[in-house]
């Protein structure tokens, strides 16, 4: 069984000001993480993944995500937020292996960026 | 864009009433999955399928059910309606192969009353 846990339900910033959203996931076996975003009215969008590698991946954007195999967690980050970068954010677990491709998510996270 | 359509977008309809939700996709992905989104809930996982008349059930199942006869067609069956049901319903497509991102479509607003 897998399970992702985001901490946070609401993070309000200010624009320009860093922001984190905690994500934290459970699972018996290796996983592949995501993080998708969701604009208002809009389906999901993949944001960034972690496969392997190098723990710290980075989206085109701004956004970059760092996977803590000891800490369980895949926490996005972005050093200077904007206004359009108000959206749901979704953390996202599968199985690396077999034929385990159920995906599952967190219950997200809102991130609302003010003037 | 990935090709994947969600029809109806919007709906509305009477409780005890059956009503099937249509994911069309023109990938030929493997896996699709059937996800409901509610407030304070996220995503949930109702069905997937790993293949053409392959299907596994999700979190949560119950009052739900799918069909696969072609690859490129997942339907999502309401059998008897309650206003519980009233959320958004997202179709999601998976190709194989590592790492593989799922593609979702617009999503379907369903209203139960």
């Known amino acids: 069984a897998q399970s992702v846990t985001q901490l946070d339900s609401q993070v309000p910033v200010f624009e320009e000001a860093p922001v984190e959203l905690r994500c934290n996931y459970s699972?018996?076996?290796?996983?592949?993480l995501f993080w998708y975003v969701q604009y208002p009215n809009q389906g999901l969008q993949l944001l960034l993944k972690?496969?392997?590698?190098?723990?710290l991946v980075k989206s085109i954007n701004g956004f970059e995500a760092e996977f803590n195999k000891s800490q369980t967690s895949f926490h996005l980050r972005k050093p200077s937020v904007h206004i359009s970068d108000t959206a749901e954010y979704f953390c996202?677990?599968?199985?690396?292996?077999?034929?385990?491709?159920?995906?599952?998510f967190g219950k997200g996270t809102l991130l609302t960026v003010n003037p | 864009d990935a090709g994947i359509t969600q029809s109806p977008r919007h709906k509305v309809t009477e409780t005890g009433t059956p009503v099937t939700l249509r994911c069309h996709q023109t990938?030929?992905?493997?896996?699709m999955y059937w996800y409901r989104q509610d407030p304070g809930h996220g995503l949930r996982l109702i069905h997937y399928?790993?293949?053409?008349?392959?299907?596994d059930k999700g979190e949560v199942s119950d009052g739900y059910s799918v069909s696969r006869s072609k690859t490129e067609d997942f339907l999502l069956t309401l059998e008897s309606a309650t206003s519980s049901q009233t959320s958004v319903y997202f179709c999601?497509?998976?190709?194989?192969?590592?790492?593989?991102?799922?593609?979702f479509g617009q999503g379907t607003r369903l209203t139960v009353v």
């Open positions: 699972s018996s076996v290796s996983v592949y």
């Open positions: 399928s790993y293949g053409v008349k392959d299907t």
């Open positions: 999601a497509i998976s190709g194989e192969g590592r790492g593989t991102e799922a593609f």
């Open positions: 996202a677990v599968r199985g690396s292996g077999g034929s385990n491709y159920k995906l599952t």
């Open positions: 990938e030929n992905h493997r896996y």
């Open positions: 972690y496969l392997s590698g190098s723990t």
